[in-house]
């Protein structure tokens, strides 16, 4: 079955979904992948100099949590339908509710923001 919610396609007979991410999938994702490299350099540049990180862990896996959403968000609908297979029958023929995008689209946003505050609040120490 097709459906097509903004501009991400959701194939369930063919497994084209990164293919299909869409825009801002993929802006928030770059810039998650680009927060990852800033924060682990700015992670090593503190090891050398015996700053303090304790944010910077949180916010590499904030950032790294965040593009893997935005880049393969297949792989979590297929985690998504595999809890539920314990709780209805015919789980592989289940479609993303609307409601889940929107949710998809938010726990992008809110971990990217997240990655972000710790870099910041390493940065301002």
């Known amino acids: 079955t097709d459906k097509q919610v903004g501009e991400i396609l ?3 007979n063919i497994d084209n979904w990164t293919k299909n991410t869409s ?3 993929k802006i928030i994702g770059s810039v998650s992948l680009v927060g990852v490299v800033v924060t682990i350099i700015v992670f090593i540049s503190n090891a ?3 700053t ?6 949180w916010g590499i896996i904030a950032f790294a949590l965040s593009s893997f959403e935005a880049f393969c968000p297949k792989i ?5 339908k595999l809890a539920l297979s314990f709780r209805v029958s015919s789980s592989s023929d289940l479609e993303p509710s609307d409601f889940y995008f929107i949710r998809r ?3 992008i946003i809110i971990s ?3 990655g972000i505050v710790m870099l910041l609040i390493n940065l301002l120490q």
């Not at 303090?52 to 862990?57: I, P, R, V």
Request: glycine letters at 4%; aromatic letters at 12%; charged letters at 25%.
């Open 23 to 25: 825009v801002f999938d």
């Open 10 to 12: 959701f194939d369930s």
């Open 76 to 80: 979590n609908w297929e985690l998504e």
């Open 105 to 107: 689209k938010l726990a």
């Open 48 to 50: 050398i100099t015996q």
């Open 52 to 57: 303090s990180c304790k944010a910077l862990g």
């Open 112 to 114: 990217s923001l997240l």
